[in-house]
């Protein structure tokens, strides 16, 4: 099951990932190795969205009552969004 399919399930909050496993299941015909490594991918996906949501509350906090603060706000957020796609990722080795 490619990578962003999975990913793209992921965003849906308001499912379980026992949910999201069973319905990509049913979809794709999901064998039991390709269920576990659907986990795994969802798992994943998790945790980069806490590590994402962390990062930003640690430089901003959630308090913008100003436009000046918003404006640093994304400004800072298109810097950091930039940054990541100047990097150079080598493509995983199990898609």
């Given at each position: 099951m490619p990578r962003p399919i999975v990913t793209e399930a992921a965003l849906d909050f308001s499912k379980s990932f026992s949910l999201l496993v069973?319905?990509?299941?049913?979809?794709?015909?999901?064998n039991a190795a390709k269920q576990r490594r659907c986990r795994k991918i969802l798992k994943s996906v998790c945790v980069g969205h806490k590590q994402l949501s962390r990062h930003?509350?640690?430089?901003?906090?959630?308090?913008?009552?100003d436009e000046a603060t918003r404006g640093r706000f994304l400004d800072w957020l298109e810097d950091e969004c930039q940054a990541i796609a100047a990097l150079d990722l080598e493509p995983d080795s199990d898609d």
């Open positions: 069973a319905e990509l299941t049913g979809q794709y015909q999901l930003f509350r640690d430089h901003f906090g959630f308090k913008y009552r």
